[in-house]
């Protein structure tokens, strides 16, 4: 952050908290805390407009899903694990493409590609995306 940034101008941005290890939710002066929780997102997965429309804890994420998809069935979503959020070398990079689709409009059709890519690098194996 900028020293002249005011916590009113941050960007929306998840991160894990140094001291408690849990999932946090920043946006504009509000902090989250979802505690030891995976991370999900929903998105429309039209090729020509993806559309990032829901994120956070997987319930919710879920719940919203079931009731979009009756309209929209191009909808997609993705569960990111805790340890894979929490790992040394993946977890700032997948932060970091999470934060961007949340500041990129467009960019999270691309999401499962950028994660997958994340999680060879680091010696993980990927989970297959839910359908």
Same mark, same amino acid.
């Given at each position: 952050?900028?020293?002249?940034?005011? =916590?009113?101008?941050?960007?929306?941005?998840?991160?894990?908290?140094?001291?408690? /290890?849990?999932?946090?939710? $920043?946006?504009?002066?509000?902090?989250?805390?979802?505690? =030891?929780?995976?991370?999900?997102?929903?998105?429309?997965?039209?090729?020509?407009?993806?559309?990032?429309?829901k994120?956070?804890?997987?319930?919710?994420?879920?719940?919203?899903?079931?009731?979009?998809s009756?309209? $929209?069935?191009?909808?997609?979503?993705?569960?990111i694990?805790?340890?894979?959020?929490?790992?040394?070398?993946a /977890?700032?990079?997948?932060?970091?493409?999470?934060?961007?689709?949340?500041?990129?409009? /467009?960019?999270?059709?691309?999401? =499962?590609?950028?994660?997958?890519?994340?999680?060879?690098?680091? /010696?993980?194996?990927?989970?297959?995306?839910?359908?």
């Amino acid at each position: 952050m900028d020293t002249d940034e005011t =916590e009113h101008e941050r960007e929306p941005a998840y991160r894990i908290c140094d001291r408690t /290890g849990h999932l946090l939710f $920043d946006r504009c002066d509000v902090t989250i805390d979802l505690g =030891e929780s995976a991370l999900s997102i929903a998105w429309s997965a039209d090729p020509h407009y993806p559309c990032l429309h829901k994120h956070g804890a997987p319930e919710g994420v879920e719940a919203f899903l079931t009731a979009a998809s009756r309209i $929209d069935p191009d909808m997609r979503s993705i569960t990111i694990p805790l340890d894979v959020i929490v790992h040394p070398e993946a /977890g700032p990079k997948v932060l970091e493409e999470v934060n961007a689709c949340l500041a990129i409009t /467009g960019r999270v059709g691309k999401i =499962e590609e950028r994660l997958a890519a994340i999680m060879e690098e680091a /010696g993980l194996v990927a989970e297959a995306p839910a359908p």
